[in-house]
């Protein structure tokens, strides 16, 4: 187990998206005085998954939108207005068999607190192509949720790359504003449940493209199409979209617990029902770490505020 600070702090609250933060304002505001770690390289950059985000048009109070990054900016600012201390580094490990739980910095600075707050999100899967980091955020995308209604996608063709349930749904989603949506998928089949399957096959909208990976995303200002290769014969063709969709599963950032707390099968910590309580009593989650169905800001930063109450109470419980 990882050595201990000798003065443990009430709270360490890890991670700095809308969940992390969002906590902080609610502890900062219960005297919990919080201590937060921001990450710095390991499951994203501080302030999380919208800092790679163009305009937001879907968090409540911003009728003109606002860019992910000043949204961001705006929630650490508030925090630490509040009194929360900020450290700009990952969490190396911790130990959570016995309390105070035990924290180490990638710095290796021991630090200890009598509950934690995991908001450590996850790290959507991207295609390893040049092409594609180029275009990101020309008309490549990670969320069709949240990029799929701006102006530049309507009323045009676009693509949805991957086979399972989300990428049915983000194409299902997707074809409220396309002229059309691909569905790409690189096997003969689809990962997804049956319903979701029949939904694709039936929509009007939709074309599934079978046995099809993404060679090149092609481009030079914004994405104008795709170079496609046939995985059965080797062909290779284009497609024309104006838009790129990757919906080929998340990664929860959740190496640096090293199998103290239950997650599930794909790797997100498992919380109590109707609740942010974990495996670990004392331990609490909140946002997309623990979110695989909706996986957007105001909900990570709804189960941030969720935790942060509950642990306010479980303190109290066990003084
Ligand atoms: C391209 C894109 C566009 C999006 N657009 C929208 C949108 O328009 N509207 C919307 O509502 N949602 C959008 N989302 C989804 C939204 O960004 C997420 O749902 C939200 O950020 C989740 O918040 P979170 O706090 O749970 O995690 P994250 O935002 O992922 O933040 C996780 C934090 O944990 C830190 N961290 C990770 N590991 C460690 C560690 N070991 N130690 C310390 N810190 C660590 C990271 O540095 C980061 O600060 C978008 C996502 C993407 C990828």
Redesign the pocket.
Known sequence: MPETSKNPEKLII???????LTAAVYAARANLNPLL???FQ?????????M??GT????PGFPDGIS?PELMQNMRAQAEKLGTRMIME??ARVGLSSRPFAVVSSGEEPYAASALII????T?NRLPLDSEKRLWGRGV???AV??GALPVFRGNPLAVIGGGDTAVEEAVHLTQFASKVYLIHRRGELRASKIMRERASSHPKIEILWNKAVDEFIGDARLSGLKLRDTATGAASELAVAGAFEAIGHRP?TG?LQGQIEVDSQGYIVTKPDSSGTSVNGVFAA???QDPRY????T?AASGCKAALSVEKWLHDIC
């Open positions: 890890i991670g700095s998206g809308p969940a992390g770690f921001e990450g390991d499951g994203g950059i501080p302030g999380g998954q919208l790679i985000t937001v048009e879907n968090f992910g990952d969490v908001a450590t999100g996850a959507a995308s990670a969320c949240c990029d950032n640096f946002g997309d770490v996986r957007q800001a105001v990570a």
